[in-house]
């Protein structure tokens, strides 16, 4: 845990050492703030970006007919190379970023009418992705079950290493206090006027609540926008002795997805659960991770289990993020990015730069900000 180092108060605190709150924090920095980050476990990246598998998958990872939050997946999906290139030069860290493609496959013939809905909307939106047979998905992946009944190429998808990622970006925002909660937001009725922790109160001009499903909690009126925890359940595989190295791209299906490392390592993943904040790690999500996994590539018994672990990632009713500014002046949220959080990290960190800059999100992160919500309560409300 560092110390704050000014006794006069910051330009900004952001609240959470996740990917989201981290990537704002450095891009804040990149324009000459000063800026702190806050959070309360003892290390950066300790809840959701733990458990993150790294997935770029701004439309396998999408909702369909939901355009807005798509454009924000494929925007986000641009700034990714620039993102880690940048980064890493900086730092001299790796970020684990590569452009693998994904392919994506179906285990049955329903999950093959699945995939052809899911290939007919990428076409739609201009994307290159290729339908192919199930003997082509075994010409890239010999491994593959010879039951399964097809699947899509797309080169477009790419993954990075979250925990590598967030190593980088703690180098580069250089200033953090771990360990510590915050308890609330000081303002005067209209404006931040700072952050209250259980150490005391940090002086600062604006707050950027990156707090992931705890970050509702925070509101200054108590009446934050609606984001809620969803357990994800992952586990860490390694190949060992002869077992050939695991898959050179992002192997998906409807009920899980494997990325391969390119060093042995492998993680399968996620359950999806609607348990509050419970993070135990069950029986049961192993076992539906591991058969799900099985029913594709049945060599995937063959790996090392390493350890299996279990996140929150930060959930909204449109699973689409909450970006923009607050009902005070200088506050600004950054949370709710369900399972897209590593995908929209270049994307957010730059938009709330811009934002605690004094200018204007990017247009397209419109359909994503965060009076969404009081509008459609507002609605709800006039109907009833």
């Not at 990149?30 to 733990?50: C, F, K």
């Not at 209209?190 to 950027?208: A, F, N």
């Amino acid at each position: 845990m560092q110390q704050p180092r000014r006794s006069k108060g910051y330009d900004a605190v952001v609240v959470g050492a996740g990917l989201i709150g981290l990537a704002c924090a450095w891009r804040a920095r990149r324009r000459g703030m000063s800026v702190l980050v806050v959070d309360r476990a003892a290390e950066p990246g300790a809840a959701a970006s733990r458990v993150a598998a790294g997935m770029l998958a701004p439309v396998t990872e999408a909702d369909f007919g939901e355009l807005g939050p798509l454009r924000v997946n494929l925007a986000g999906r641009e700034r990714w190379a620039a993102f880690a290139a940048e980064l890493e030069e900086q730092t001299g860290l790796p970020t684990g970023y590569r452009e693998t493609g994904a392919l994506v496959v179906a285990a049955d013939g329903d999950d093959a009418r699945e995939l052809r809905r899911l290939h007919d909307f990428q076409r739609s939106l201009g994307l290159d992705a290729e339908w192919l047979t199930p003997s082509r998905c075994r010409e890239l992946e010999p491994g593959l079950s010879p039951r399964i009944a097809g699947g899509i190429l797309a080169p477009q998808d790419a993954q990075a290493e979250p925990r590598a990622v967030v190593r980088a970006l703690a180098a580069a925002v250089e200033e953090l206090l771990t360990g510590v909660e915050v308890e609330a937001i000081e303002h005067d009725g209209s404006r931040v006027r700072g952050v209250r922790t259980g150490e005391g109160t940090i002086e600062c001009d604006q707050v950027v609540l990156a707090a992931g499903p705890w970050s509702a909690a925070l509101a200054p009126d108590g009446q934050g926008p609606p984001v809620r925890p969803v357990k994800g359940q992952i586990l860490e595989l390694r190949a060992r002795g002869a077992t050939p190295e695991p898959f050179g791209r992002v192997l998906r299906t409807p009920r899980c997805y494997l990325v391969g490392r390119g060093d042995g390592r492998a993680v399968l993943g996620a359950t999806v659960e609607e348990q509050g904040f419970d993070t135990a790690v069950t029986a049961d999500g192993v076992f539906r991770l591991l058969e799900a996994a099985w029913e594709v590539l049945p060599e995937v018994g063959e790996l090392e289990f390493v350890a299996a672990h279990a996140g929150l990632r930060p959930a909204t009713p449109d699973n689409a993020p909450v970006i923009g500014r607050g009902e005070l002046d200088g506050l600004v949220w950054a949370t709710g990015h369900w399972r897209n959080g590593v995908l929209l990290a270049p994307l957010t960190g730059e938009a709330v730069a811009q934002l605690l800059a004094g200018g204007e999100s990017p247009p397209q992160l419109a359909a994503v900000a965060p009076e969404r919500f009081a509008a459609r309560g507002a609605r709800e409300e006039a109907r009833a």
